[in-house]
């Protein structure tokens, strides 16, 4: 991306929700920003922290971080409160509405939706069919 056409918000939380977690320095490279000295102070309910990002992307994500729509991952080796990464807050619908489709829904249930083979007279059984 060029430096004159900077991201949008949109773009920076479709970017995220995309994936589980995205680390700054790979927001960086996505979306080209190259200035390597910045680093700036977003804040949401009292709480503050630093990320190495441009003022006017830090000010999108500090907007999506108040609205809850991304959250921060904050780095443990430094004593200043320091985003390393940012992931989304919402999970995808289709993940909630399809999650025991596919066979991984709670121990001993099946997939939704089928029921066990019929026995050798028409009626159902539990018993696996040989």
């Known amino acids: 991306m060029s430096p004159t056409k900077r991201p949008s918000t949109s773009s920076l939380r479709r970017f995220v929700c995309s994936r589980p977690y995205v680390p700054v320095a790979e927001l960086r490279r996505r979306f080209g920003l190259d200035e390597p000295d910045d680093m700036v102070l977003i804040s949401r309910n ?23 729509e991304l959250g921060v991952e904050l780095s443990v080796d430094v004593r200043a409160p ?4 940012v992931f989304p807050m919402r999970i995808a619908r289709y993940v909630v509405d399809h999650a025991a489709v596919n066979g991984n829904g709670p121990v001993g249930q099946g997939p939704i939706g089928l029921e066990p083979p019929p026995g050798p007279h028409g009626e159902l059984s539990d018993e696996p069919s040989v």
Do not use: H
Request: aromatic share 8%.
């Open 46 to 68: 009292g709480s503050s922290a630093f990320i190495g990002v441009p003022a006017r992307e830090a000010a999108k994500l500090e907007e999506l971080w108040i609205r809850d």
């Open 82 to 85: 320091v985003v390393v990464g």
